[in-house]
Nanobody, 122 residues
Framework: QVQLVESGGGLVQTGGSLRLSCAAF????????VGWFRQAPGKGREFVQA????????LSTGSEEGRFTISRDNAKNTVYLKMNSLKPEDTAVYYC???????????????WGQGTQVTVSS
């Protein structure tokens, strides 16, 4: 069993930056792939980025145009999502999820956090 807790969301102006954290609790959390998803108001959940257990491989659709960077510190059991040059369209609830498959689909992830709100004002 793995528990995930997101933090770091908030209100930021257009062009600003935020770093989201996903703290993992449970056995061998470093063996899990961790992904970030987001859900904007009235829309479905969208994959953002994922990172392998050892942190050497990342997965992205490229839709963030290089503005987001995922990383992890297994000594702290934490995965980060650094978001730069934020836009109003980045406003969403951001979720982290853990699983065993390197994928962009929600169903590939077994454990989910409760989400953290990111609001970008224009």
């Amino acid at each position: 069993q793995v528990q995930l807790v997101e933090s770091g969301g908030g209100l930021v102006q257009t062009g600003g930056s935020l770093r989201l954290s996903c703290a993992a609790f449970g056995r061998t959390t470093s063996s899990y792939i961790v992904g970030w998803f987001r859900q904007a108001p009235g829309k479905g959940r969208e994959f953002v980025q994922a990172i392998s257990g050892n942190g050497l491989n990342t997965l992205s659709t490229g839709s963030e145009e290089g503005r987001f960077t995922i990383s992890r510190d297994n000594a702290k059991n934490t995965v980060y999502l650094k978001m730069n040059s934020l836009k109003p369209e980045d406003t969403a609830v951001y979720y982290c999820a853990a699983g065993s498959v390197f994928a962009t689909t929600e169903s590939s992830y077994d454990y989910w956090g409760q989400g953290t709100q990111v609001t970008v004002s224009s």
